[in-house]
Nanobody, 128 residues
Framework: EVQLVESGGGSVQAGGSLRLSCTASGFTFAGDDMGWYRRPSGQSSCESISRISSEGLAHYGDSVKGRFTISRDTTRNIVYLQMDSLAPDDTAVYYC?????????????????????WGQGTQVTVSS
């Protein structure tokens, strides 16, 4: 059974930092594309903010480029999202995903494996 478990969310003031972690199990983590999405409160659509390929190539959405850093530890099956210079607009539920390749999502998380695998989400709240 594929499982993705996020941790590290919480509340922080603007300008602060948080590091999210996602522990994966049930699939060949080292060979899969991993990503992070977020869904602001009151919205159904999800924004792809970052992804990292099996080769370690990182991609970022324009809204987080230069502030967030994605990385992966293939020995421990963990993908991280370091978030710096946080702003109130970053407030959202953050989801770890596998095999989503940064594709647009009208809503998330998804239960159909055709749309990848998803964690349960972790709340990030940034106050001004």
């Amino acid at each position: 059974e594929v499982q993705l478990v996020e941790s590290g969310g919480g509340s922080v003031q603007a300008g602060g930092s948080l590091r999210l972690s996602c522990t994966a199990s049930g699939f060949t983590f080292a060979g899969d594309d991993m990503g992070w999405y977020r869904r602001p409160s009151g919205q159904s659509s999800c924004e792809s903010i970052s992804r990292i390929s099996s080769e370690g190539l990182a991609h970022y959405g324009d809204s987080v480029k230069g502030r967030f850093t994605i990385s992966r530890d293939t020995t421990r099956n963990i993908v991280y999202l370091q978030m710096d210079s946080l702003a109130p607009d970053d407030t959202a539920v953050y989801y770890c995903s596998a095999r989503t390749f940064g594709a647009p999502m009208r809503y998330c998380p998804r239960s159909d494996p055709r749309f990848g695998y998803w964690g349960q989400g972790t709340q990030v709240t940034v106050s001004s």
